[in-house]
């Protein structure tokens, strides 16, 4: 990729400020055309390949590092899965590994026994942690020495091994856009990094008036909208007030008319009342009345049953007398009839 000339950015500030325009009271944003190509400008800058030995060598330095830093945060991972491995890595990779792992332990068992009350003890132990940081780097340039020897092997095990710790891949990053910058602040010429530099004054001049604007016309709406919603404000609470009375005006009516019908109503509860313990009176007395009736109806049924018993008897008495005296007459008729006879033939 081709680099830029760098003259072309001169005058880009005073372009911008001849074709800003107004937004809203003042405020003055630069066109999106110019934005744009600055921006693009800077981009190619950063994308284009070093121009000097001094910038390759520095930027293959910093790739290097990169490179190195990548395979060394997968070191821990490779170590946890060196069985898997083994075959891929070769004897010699995976007994450095072993090495390493080993100086790794001894490192964290030395760590979690550091104490800091025993001077001597501490002392010792210090110069311990110092002749192992020293091995551990070592054992970390063999083993990186030796993966970049057989670059497939490397973009094998990037592939293969799992993902890095979080705060290597965030070191590494950081490391990525730090080689970034630098390649950027190598391939910016003196004139270029003034006018970046004047280029950047100039927006932070236009964000600070800007912001200055904004400041003003928020306090200004702020105040507006205090001013419009004080009027709503009073609006809203006549026309509250003015319900408020008329919803008295109707509560008072209302409650009048409620006194009224609950007055009536008390007078017709208690007449009602009154109707009921009459008419409980009178319901004992027509009770009474039919009970009465009632015993009446029974003795006339039985004075009736009793008279037609009697008439009966006395009709049966009678028939039976008149039956008794018309025989005892056929009886003494024959007596006479016997007795006439007798005299007759006695004579």
Known sequence: ?????????QGSSQDVKQRNKPLIKGIQTPKKEVIRLDAVRMLDRSQSKPDTHETQRIISVLDETIVKLELSSLIPCIIDSLDRFADMLGPEITNDLIKHQKLSSEMEHLLSSFQ???????????????LLEQHLKSSVRNVLRLLLANPSLCQALKYEVCARQSSAEVFIKAFREFRNLMHER????????????????????RIKKNTETLTALRAELAAT???????????????????????????????????????LYSEEKAQVSLLQEKHAVL????????????????KKEQDLEELTTMTLAATRIQA???????????????????????RNLNK
């Not at 990729?1 to 950015?9: A, D, G, Q």
């Not at 009350?117 to 942690?129: F, K, M, N, S, V």
């Not at 008329?246 to 009048?256: C, L, V």
Request: some cysteine; charged content about 45%.
């Open 1 to 9: 990729m081709e680099t830029r000339n760098p003259t072309v950015l």
């Open 116 to 130: 800091e009350e025993d001077t001597t003890r501490a002392e010792e132990q210090r110069g311990c942690l110092c």
């Open 186 to 205: 190598l391939l910016t010429s003196p004139l270029e990094e003034k006018e970046k530099i004047r280029f950047t004054e100039d927006i932070s001049h």
């Open 225 to 263: 909208i205090q001013s419009r919603d004080e009027k709503k404000k009073c609006k809203v609470e006549m026309e509250i007030e003015k319900w408020i009375q008329k919803y008295d005006a109707d509560m008072g009516e209302k409650q009048a008319e409620y006194e009224e019908l609950y007055a």
């Open 283 to 298: 319901i004992e007395e027509y009770s009474q009345i039919e009970e009465e009736r009632r015993i009446r109806q029974k």
């Open 320 to 342: 039976f007398w008149r039956g008794y005296l018309v025989r005892s007459l056929f009886k003494s008729k024959r007596k006479k009839k016997k007795k006439g006879r007798g």
